[in-house]
């Protein structure tokens, strides 16, 4: 049977079981864009500008709320609306890693009333299955999905070996687990997508252990699905949009040499 990493997002959309995930591929298709935005910026109209610049050429924006000094629930309602204007999906990058009880708290109230507004997030499993289970409690009937970080793009981290196994098994187990954050393809049990963080096409890293690599190594040899991209694309002296363009150029061209090669 053909790797799932040999076949178009389109036939994958098609056959998915999970309509997130259907919703997320045919997305990737119909914008040609495998790349998400990691919009880390420390202010509501920051994050705004940056989303409505960027938003036509993304798949999904990637937050990190927790660092908007000004965060308040018109902020939620504004990146809706430019989700829906320029078709991406929203993820915030929460990194749940409590019991699952708490991380239910977590998710689904507090401050941030994650579960209301973002398509996806992400945990931890270091605590073990539960954070799994509690999370899945809050998001599967609001249609959520969840990504496991089964390893992560920094410095000696570690998330490896037997770690990562136990991700790709828990993740294969539980339906409100749609991939994985990591570096490559994981599986073939299901369909599970891998966002690769720590992406850039010239820098080798920064000062707190970042590490980067190519759209080609991680999408055409490593059959991941979606770039993640940052200060890639909005670092100092950046024009945001030309290198979103650039970064969406090289991760969908990463894609077809991808298909061609199979
Ligand atoms: O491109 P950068 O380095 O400016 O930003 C990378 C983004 C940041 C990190 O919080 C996040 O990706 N990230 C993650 C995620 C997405 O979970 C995991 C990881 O291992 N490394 C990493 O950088 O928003």
Redesign the pocket.
Known sequence: MASFSQKTYAARAKEHPHPLVRELLSTMERKQSNLSL?A?VATKAELLALADLVGPHICVL?T?VDIIADFDADLVAQLQALAAKHDFLIFE?R?FADIGNTVKLQYGGGVYRIADWAHIT?CHVIPGEGIIEGLAEVGAAKNRGLLL?A????KG?LATGAYTDRNVEMAVRNPFVIGF?GSRRFTEERDLIT?T????LHAAG?ALG?Q?RTPETIVAENGSDII?????IY?PGKDPVAEAQRYRAAGWAAYERRLQRS
């Open positions: 990691a880390d990637k990190h990058d990194k992400n970080l390893e992560m793009s920094s981290m954050i966002m963080p720590g992406v850039g920064d970042q980067y993640i991209v940052g200060r890639g670092g």
